[in-house]
């Protein structure tokens, strides 16, 4: 970016979440979708005499990302009201948390194509969601109205405010991923951003290189895919870039991705905006947190994305580049280690100096035949089908199946691509389907010397072009046997026969 | 402390509160009066006092994750101002 005039300064908001059953003050379920104002009660709605109670499970996992994200969880923490009108609103509030947030202070490690850089965490808080607008009536621009659905009212979320160190839209995206795979480990949010379970805010502004002050900075709203905010914020760098070139100023609003018309809108200005006059919530009494029940939280973390790329490289000898793409989803990281298991790839019983049990030889180049499959074939299926790893059609169990046949030279290598797309389509086992279709390699050296004889016999030019010195002909040899055993000879064995039987003539 | 007439005005635009001029001054007057009482709190020493955030002598006020029933619809959009079937219709904003 060093070539950018201007040096960017960004702060990312992102918004999750969290994977109750139940709203954070209510009963009612948080289940996505559901018909229209289903999923209500005078609770989450507001109405007048009603008593929110917190929901215990907010507070864990509010605890657990905090402590996964570094923090340092509040001994006391309290939540308060934040005041402003919007149909999205009910109550005409959003319970948030303002001064005294339950986490504070963390900070997470990226790595971009620059290399591995530390960002600030600020604060890790609880609120609730707001309910969704749907637009209806007229279409006439003024004639309109909306239709308020508050279904996702009240579904708790926590709010994760980064530190303004993120320096490049490629760092934002990088901060992104690494927090959903951290969300994704702990299993605090789903992380399913079509769904609207994890969205970002981004604060951004400009500054000429070298200078210490921040510049005026616009507050860009509801990003929720990586490709809306790759989009976004490129926009909006050269939009402000663009007022700075011609000497002008940056107002500092908020601003909104309209993805149809690929441009920022100001939504309010700012004066409203931040006008928020919280204050302390009466109905919600404090939360006090003791050291013991943080070392219960704390105790309870899995494995995270950081440790779990270390030991794959370290344990399975993969690639870091392999291991990063692997365990930047949790679906992914998890598919891998079941076909491992599978596979009885066996990590040594006895640690390594740096405390990693790695595998034998063999289990690395097993381990290494499973990460290559997942991340070639397999994850452009399962990408073409708009899916996830959690639900590929070929289990792990079944992909380990496929590999095995490979090395025990049942099927050949051609043949094992076909089995593989079959696998996808039906669910069924390798085996099953190699027995269906009569796949088996032939390695018989006999019915195979027999099939090169007559095709060499009926090809006398190309062993004359052979005897030429032309090595094509081998080529052209080896596609006739491979097209008249359906690609089912062994390859080995055929070279082998072929190269005698051409040089015998 | 003293409100001036452009912070109640502002803080009515806040609240989506149309006043005229007549009651800005008076509310003004009224609002200034509440403050002056609150004011006397700050002759007392609070220094060794930790700020309060709630009245109650209560903390960890907890629910378990239990998903109970909700409201049926009709019941929800009956006090709407203006209903469309089952959502609430309110004006248009973006
Ligand atoms: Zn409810």
């Known amino acids: 970016m060093q070539e950018f005039e201007f040096e960017i300064v960004m702060g990312l908001e992102i918004h999750s979440e969290l994977a109750t059953k139940s709203k954070i003050f209510c009963g009612c379920t948080t289940e996505f979708g559901g018909e229209q104002n289903t999923h209500v009660c005078p609770v989450c709605l507001g109405l007048p005499g009603v008593l929110p109670v917190l929901n215990r499970q907010v507070v864990e996992y509010a605890m657990t990302a905090g402590l996964a994200l570094n923090c340092t969880i509040a001994e006391f923490s309290k939540f308060d009201r934040k005041n402003y009108f919007y149909p999205d609103l009910p109550k005409a509030y959003q319970t948030s948390q303002y001064d005294l947030p339950i986490a504070e202070k963390g900070w997470v490690d990226i790595t971009t194509s620059q290399g591995t850089k530390r960002i600030g965490i600020t604060r890790v808080h609880m609120e609730e969601d707001a309910g969704k607008l749907v637009h209806g009536g007229g279409t006439l621009a003024g004639a309109g109205y909306s239709l308020a659905d508050y279904n996702r009212t009240a579904v708790p979320l926590i709010e994760i405010v980064s530190e303004p160190d993120i320096r490049s839209v490629e760092e934002a995206i990088a901060y992104m991923e690494h927090v959903k795979a951290i969300l994704e480990y702990t299993g605090v949010s789903d992380c399913k951003m079509e769904q609207g379970s994890l969205r970002c805010d981004a604060n951004i502004s400009l500054r000429p290189w070298g200078q210490k002050e921040f510049g005026v900075r616009s507050e860009l709203k509801n990003m929720n895919s990586f490709k809306t905010l790759q989009k976004a914020l490129e926009y909006e760098i050269e939009r402000q870039a663009e007022i700075l070139r011609d000497g002008g100023v940056v107002v500092q609003e908020t601003r909104m991705w309209d993805d149809a018309k690929g441009v920022t809108i100001s939504l309010r200005s700012k004066e409203e905006a931040h006008d928020y006059r919280y204050f302390p919530e009466p109905d919600l009494v404090p939360i006090i947190i003791s050291r013991e029940w943080v070392d219960r939280v704390r105790a309870a973390l899995p494995e995270l994305p950081e440790a779990r790329h270390e030991r794959l490289v370290a344990a399975y000898g993969l690639p870091s580049y392999d291991a990063g793409i692997i365990t930047d989803s949790k679906a992914m990281a998890d598919y891998f280690d079941a076909a491992c298991r599978h596979y009885g790839i066996e990590p040594s019983p006895i640690a390594d100096d740096d405390g990693y049990r790695q595998a034998d030889q063999q289990g690395k180049d097993r381990a290494k035949q499973i990460s290559n499959y997942m991340m070639g074939e397999l994850t452009r299926l399962v990408k073409e089908d708009g899916k996830g790893f959690e639900d590929c059609p070929i289990s792990p169990e079944n992909l380990v199946g496929l590999l095995q046949l490979l090395e025990a030279g049942t099927i050949s290598s051609k043949i094992a691509k076909t089995v593989f797309e079959t696998m996808y389509a039906t669910g069924k086992e390798a085996k099953v389907i190699v027995e269906e279709k009569g796949l088996v390699q032939i390695s018989d050296e006999g019915a195979i010397a027999k099939i090169v004889a007559e095709i060499v016999d009926k090809n006398p030019n190309v062993v004359a072009d052979y005897k030429a010195g032309k090595e094509k002909a081998v080529g052209f040899f080896v596609g006739q046997i491979m097209k008249a055993t359906k690609g089912k000879a062994n390859p080995g064995v055929v070279n082998q026969l072929l190269k005698a039987e051409l040089d015998r003539r | ?94």
């Open chain 2, 1 to 94: 402390m003293s409100l001036t007439k452009a912070e109640v005005e502002h803080v009515a635009m806040l609240a989506r509160l149309a006043l005229t001029d007549d009651e800005v001054a008076m509310y003004t007057t009224q609002l200034n009066a509440i403050l002056d009482y609150a004011q006397r709190l700050e002759a007392l020493d609070t220094s060794a006092v930790a700020p309060t955030a709630h009245v109650f002598p209560l903390h960890n006020v907890f629910r378990d994750d239990v998903v109970r029933p909700s409201m049926e619809q009709a019941k929800i959009v009956a006090n709407a101002p203006e209903e469309e079937d089952g959502f609430f219709r309110v004006p248009r904003i973006v």
